[in-house]
């Protein structure tokens, strides 16, 4: 926890979005006066603390961070539902808009980003293709794409939407022995704020609005954009960041690889910070995000 020692502090709030939910946020409030405002997203399953090294990071730097809890998800979980449910997910895409539109207003004179790690990545590039006006740039992190959604799965989606579209799908019965055993398996696994469990119906709204339009919303994102890649991560999210990379419309794009992170960034993209790797090399990581969003 080294380098979490900082004085920048952590505002939780909730923003009520027009249908009267209130999502949770969680902002990391700049140090100085700010240039630029950053809007993030997190991965399957998780919440909006995956990005608390990150930033503490970035508003050490004068950047002001958000970070959302998307509905369903972490501390906005829907009344009557399970974490990892959401009643629609059409609502869930407006939200993102409606997030993005409310950091705007609040930082008037921002340039204003969006962040996605791993499954988050396809809501920025969502976002980016039906609000190309909104955004200044993209940070993806682990694009999580062609890993997110194997075959299988992909093909038991439309008979569980017409059968029990409510019901969930359960991914922990598939880790491997050696993750679940794993620092961060164990984590993930003892968080309560983890969905352990997706809905059909959910997994249906990404399939169809996100996954299956990956490349197509890349091909309509002309903002510049920075894809971070862990080499140690699994070979299908690091070929499909490739893909996404040749797809992506805009002239202003760029890789930066790490040679020994993994899908968490050696724990600078993770709930917690575990015994493997120390603050330097979350350093590494911060530092080419707050690089490129200097010079952007």
Known sequence: MDDLVTSVKEIQEHFKMTDGFDLFCRHWKALRESKESVVCIHG????????????????????????????????SKEKDLPRGDTSDFNRHLQD?????????????????????????????LWYSANHPNSLDGLILAAPYWVAFMPRRLRNKI???????????????????????ESEEGKILLQDPLFAKKWSWRWLGGV???????????????????LIILGEKDDISILNGAKQLFESLATKDKSIQSFPDADHFFYDAL???????????????VTSVVKDWLNTH
Request: aromatic residues 12%; charged residues 25%.
């Open 207 to 225: 399939k169809k609005a996100l996954s299956d339009e990956a490349l197509q919303n890349a091909s309509q994102t002309e903002k510049p954009t």
């Open 96 to 124: 993102v808009d409606e997030v993005v539109n409310f950091v705007r207003k609040r930082h008037s004179k921002n340039k204003v980003y969006m962040f996605g790690w791993s499954l988050g990545v396809l809501y920025t």
């Open 44 to 75: 399957i399953g998780g919440h909006s603390e995956v990005f608390r090294v990150m930033g503490q990071d970035l508003a050490e730097d004068g950047i002001e961070v958000y970070a959302l809890d998307l509905r369903g998800f972490g501390n």
């Open 158 to 180: 439309p008979s569980m939407l017409r059968s029990a579209p409510k019901t969930c799908y359960e991914p922990c019965k598939n880790w491997s022995h050696d993750f679940i």
């Open 270 to 284: 993770f709930f917690k910070t575990t015994t493997k790797h120390g603050p330097a090399k979350r350093k590494q």
